[in-house]
C-alpha cells in the first residue's frame, strides 16, 4: 500500500465512524422498532424498483440486460460500502444480492414493478414516521431517507459489534 492510501483510509474510516454514529445516535428511543426496522430494507426494495422502472438509455441495454438506473444505483453502493469498510462491504453483498434478485423477479412477474415500487415506498415513509412518531417524526423520516443505504449498514455494524467483528 502506498503511504497516502493509509492517510486517505484514516480519513474514510473516521468518515464512516461518523455517518454510522450520527444514524445511531438518531434512532435510539424508536416508537415501535419492529415496524421501523421493517420499514427500512421496504424503502430500498421501493426506491430501487422506481429506479429500476425509469426508461434507460439504449446504451445501458448493449452493456447488460440487467444495467439500468436500479442496478447502477446498487452498483453504486457496493462501490460505497467497499470505500467505507471492506468487513461492512462483504457483509452487504447478499442484502444487494437479494434487492437485485427480487427486483429481477418482480419485473418478470405479471405485477407492476412501478405499483409495487411506490407501494412499498409509501408503505415505507408510514412505518418510518411511526417510529419516529415521538422524535422529529417527518424531519426523521427525511433523514432517514437520505441515509438509506447507510441504514442496512448500520444494523450490520451493530451485529458486528456484538460478534466482535471489526467494522
Do not use: C
Not at 415506498?121 to 437520505?146: E, M
Amino acid at each position: 500500500m502506498s503511504p497516502g492510501y493509509g492517510g486517505l483510509r484514516g480519513i474514510v474510516v473516521s468518515e464512516t465512524d461518523r455517518w454510522l454514529s450520527d444514524y445511531g445516535d438518531s434512532h435510539t428511543d424508536i416508537r415501535y422498532p419492529g415496524i421501523y426496522w421493517l420499514s427500512v430494507p421496504i424503502l430500498v426494495l421501493g426506491t430501487v424498483g422506481m429506479l429500476w422502472s425509469l426508461p434507460i438509455p439504449q446504451e445501458f441495454v448493449k452493456i447488460s440486460p440487467v444495467l439500468n438506473w436500479g442496478s447502477a444505483f446498487l452498483m453504486a453502493a457496493v462501490v460505497y460500502y467497499f470505500i467505507i469498510s471492506i468487513p461492512l462491504a462483504i457483509g452487504m453483498l447478499p442484502f444487494v444480492a437479494g434487492v437485485a434478485a427480487l427486483e429481477l423477479w418482480l419485473i418478470d412477474s405479471s405485477f407492476s414493478l412501478v405499483r409495487i415500487a411506490s407501494g412499498m415506498f409509501v408503505a415505507s415513509i408510514v412505518g418510518l414516521y411511526l417510529g419516529h412518531y415521538q422524535r422529529g417524526g417527518i424531519k426523521a423520516v427525511f433523514h432517514d431517507i437520505q441515509l438509506m443505504m447507510i441504514a442496512p449498514a448500520w444494523l450490520l455494524s451493530v451485529l458486528y459489534r456484538k460478534l466482535g467483528i471489526p467494522v
